[in-house]
């Protein structure tokens, strides 16, 4: 096996979300994933689009490092046959471990655990407390009143201008190779 170049971390729905495009990507997002050797750094969940991604990544012979607190074993069906498979006690621990194993971040669609796990690490990014690149994949446009909501929270005066430098937003998995 070639060692590992990267690993990214993604941050992704437990759901797999109305539209089948969110899928399509996800499985995408895996085969890229594989193809360049990255590891997956993920929730370790085998339901939603999380485990889209980590089955598209194994089944192209990729690694995976999952993070999953034990109260979430069941619901989120841990995938326990992952390269690297670790239970941490709570939600905050998860986050920490998969954001401090990931050389980038990549946001797919998602419901509140998403938005808390972008949320937590953009402000990271604003306190200064990282530099890793954090990629919102924007598939059909589901991220656009998230986008919206910043640029209201520029306009109105709580954030600076800056917080638009902290991420970048593409349209589909394919553009993401551009960002990195």
Same mark, same amino acid.
């Given at each position: 096996?070639?060692?590992?170049?990267?690993?990214?971390?993604? +941050?992704?729905?437990?759901? #797999? $979300?109305? &539209?089948?495009?969110?899928?399509?990507? #996800?499985?995408?997002?895996?085969?890229?994933?594989?193809? /360049?050797?990255?590891?997956?750094?993920?929730? &370790?969940?085998?339901? $939603?689009?999380?485990?889209?991604?980590? /089955?598209?990544?194994?089944? /192209?012979?990729?690694? !995976?490092?999952?993070?999953?607190?034990?109260?979430? @074993?069941?619901?989120?069906?841990?995938?326990?046959?992952?390269? =690297?498979?670790? !239970? =941490?006690?709570?939600?905050?621990?998860?986050?920490?471990?998969?954001?401090?194993?990931?050389?980038?971040?990549?946001? @797919?669609?998602? $419901?509140?655990?998403?938005?808390?796990?972008? +949320?937590?690490?953009? =402000?990271?990014?604003?306190?200064?407390?990282?530099?890793?690149?954090?990629?919102? !994949?924007?598939?059909?446009? +589901?991220?656009?009143?998230?986008?919206?909501?910043?640029?209201?929270?520029?306009?109105?005066?709580? #954030?600076?201008?800056?917080?638009?430098?902290? +991420?970048?937003?593409?349209?589909?998995?394919?553009?993401?190779?551009? =960002?990195?």
């Amino acid at each position: 096996m070639k060692p590992i170049r990267k690993s990214v971390c993604v +941050f992704c729905g437990s759901r #797999a $979300g109305k &539209a089948s495009e969110y899928a399509v990507e #996800a499985k995408k997002l895996g085969k890229i994933i594989a193809e /360049n050797n990255w590891r997956l750094v993920y929730g &370790a969940g085998n339901v $939603g689009l999380m485990g889209v991604v980590a /089955n598209s990544v194994q089944f /192209n012979k990729g690694e !995976i490092l999952g993070v999953i607190p034990k109260h979430l @074993l069941e619901r989120e069906v841990g995938k326990t046959d992952l390269s =690297t498979f670790i !239970i =941490t006690e709570n939600m905050h621990e998860r986050k920490k471990v998969m954001f401090m194993n990931s050389d980038f971040v990549v946001i @797919l669609p998602g $419901g509140l655990g998403t938005l808390d796990e972008f +949320f937590e690490i953009l =402000t990271w990014k604003q306190l200064g407390l990282h530099e890793k690149k954090i990629i919102i !994949i924007n598939i059909n446009g +589901f991220w656009d009143k998230l986008i919206e909501l910043l640029d209201d929270l520029i306009k109105s005066e709580f #954030a600076d201008l800056s917080i638009k430098d902290y +991420f970048y937003v593409v349209k589909s998995v394919d553009e993401l190779l551009l =960002t990195i």
